[in-house]
């Protein structure tokens, strides 16, 4: 049992490079979120996905493209990565969006954009 | 404006005395309440949780409390160890709008031995 992984675990990239980082959780859960870290500023939640099927923007979304692929896998697309856009990346699965949810978290993924 | 605040952005405490980590919010439709604690290149990891119907909520050495009156939660340690030094998010979520995890900045704990 995993729980959640995240691949790749460091990326660096040049401005206007495209990426797509990817998530998966092996605990059955419906709902799943990409945040960034920045110092200094907690977790931000770039977008999320209630359940398979949907997806919806966080507070910070833009920049970024999500697809939930399926149940297990939710991955995040930056088509034309921007300097603002270093930081470190973390996904999330929780078993239901807002009712005495607790998110589970995979390991991160640092990226840098020269 | 920052919904979730944790103003001390770093605490040292000696190793077997009590560390108190605070949280203050502002959204009134939060009802519940997350400690998390990063250490460093790892995922936060889940570590205790309280809903708005409780003003105390205890697992093992770690102790949350609420006071809904005040906006304020927090977590005390005891006794705390080398090994809680970590980095510790408070986070909230609710119903409606506000049904979505909003984390604070973290506080820097470090144990000293």
């Known amino acids: 049992n995993a729980g959640v992984t995240q691949t790749p675990k460091f990326q660096v990239l040049k401005t206007g490079q495209s990426m797509t980082l990817q998530c998966a959780q092996d605990?059955?859960?419906?709902?799943m979120y990409w945040y960034r870290q920045d110092p200094g500023m907690g977790l931000r939640l770039i977008y999320y996905s209630a359940s398979e099927g949907t997806t919806d923007k966080g507070e910070v979304p833009n920049g970024y493209n999500v697809s939930r692929l399926n149940k297990r896998e939710f991955s995040l697309r930056l088509e034309s990565a921007a300097p603002s856009q270093t930081s470190v990346y973390f996904c999330?699965?929780?078993?239901?969006?807002?009712?005495?949810?607790?998110?589970?978290f995979g390991p991160g993924t640092r990226l840098t954009v020269l | 404006d920052q919904q979730v605040k944790q103003n001390s952005p770093s605490l040292s405490v000696q190793e077997g005395r009590i560390s108190i980590l605070n949280c203050d919010y502002t959204n009134s439709m939060f009802d519940y309440f997350l400690w998390y604690k990063k250490y460093p290149a790892e995922g936060p990891t889940f570590l205790i949780s309280?809903?708005?119907?409780?003003d105390k909520n205890e697992d093992g050495r770690f102790t949350v409390f609420l006071n809904k009156s005040a906006k304020h939660l927090s977590l005390h340690i005891v006794p705390s160890q080398p090994g809680d030094s970590a980095v510790y998010f408070c986070a909230a979520s609710g119903t409606g709008s506000a049904r979505q995890l909003t984390f604070g900045s973290g506080t820097q704990l470090t144990v000293l031995p």
């Open positions: 309280i809903s708005s119907i409780k």
């Open positions: 605990m059955n859960h419906n709902s």
């Open positions: 999330a699965s929780s078993e239901a969006l807002g009712v005495a949810d607790t998110q589970y």
